[in-house]
């Protein structure tokens, strides 16, 4: 809760900082580490949560975190030019998705998703930030009022209102006051 009351959440957060990486994949095996059945038994890559998108040519790199698996592919992507260079249209994608074999467990094909290093008890910054001596990542939590959720809202409101024409209001606001002392 916040000073007013409101409900609210942390939120966590890394920052990249792509001037500060160095492309040396120590993030990425930090994260295989930790993330390995049992903890820090093996090291691979191609199991981490995040993968440094390198090109040494041009001297980028830059390091994306697993997000959301997509069932599908999508249609509507980005293309990004970087210092004249474009780059394909799924190359900064955090998606685990049917069009590539990025952030799937090699051996079972399952979806990676970067889960924050949670742990019990919690670490004190994620696994590939503690790794990255270079200050390219920076761990950041900041607390967020939760808002309702107006689709949900929405939704509850056309639930209520047949009900309501259904039942009649007083039968629909007895029954909320008796199951809410329930
Ligand atoms: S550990 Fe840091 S510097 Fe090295 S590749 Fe990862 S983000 Fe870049
Ligand atoms: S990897 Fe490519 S096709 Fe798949 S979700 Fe990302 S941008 Fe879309
Ligand atoms: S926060 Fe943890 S799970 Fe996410 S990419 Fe970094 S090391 Fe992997």
Do not use: W
């Amino acid at each position: 809760m916040d000073s007013n009351g409101k409900k609210t959440r942390i939120v966590k957060d890394i920052k990249v900082d792509t001037k500060k990486c160095a492309g040396c994949r120590a993030c990425e095996i930090a994260c295989s580490a930790f993330h390995a059945v049992p903890k820090f038994s093996s090291v691979n890559s191609a199991r981490s949560r995040i993968m440094v998108v390198m090109d040494e040519v041009r001297d980028i790199f830059v390091p994306i975190r697993a997000g959301d698996y997509a069932q599908a592919e999508c249609n509507g992507r980005n293309r990004y030019v970087i210092d004249g260079k474009e780059y394909d249209e799924c190359t900064f994608c955090p998606a685990s998705c049917p069009s590539r074999d990025a952030f799937k467990d090699p051996d079972s094909g399952f979806p990676l998703k970067c889960d924050m290093c949670e742990d019990v008890p919690p670490l004190e910054k994620p696994m590939c930030v503690d790794a990255c001596t270079f200050g390219a990542l920076t761990y950041e939590e900041r607390e967020e009022a939760v808002e309702a959720e107006p689709q949900k809202r929405e939704e509850m409101e056309i639930g209520l209102k047949s009900l309501i024409k259904k039942y009649g209001l007083k039968k629909v606001t007895d029954t909320i006051a008796r199951v809410s002392k329930e």
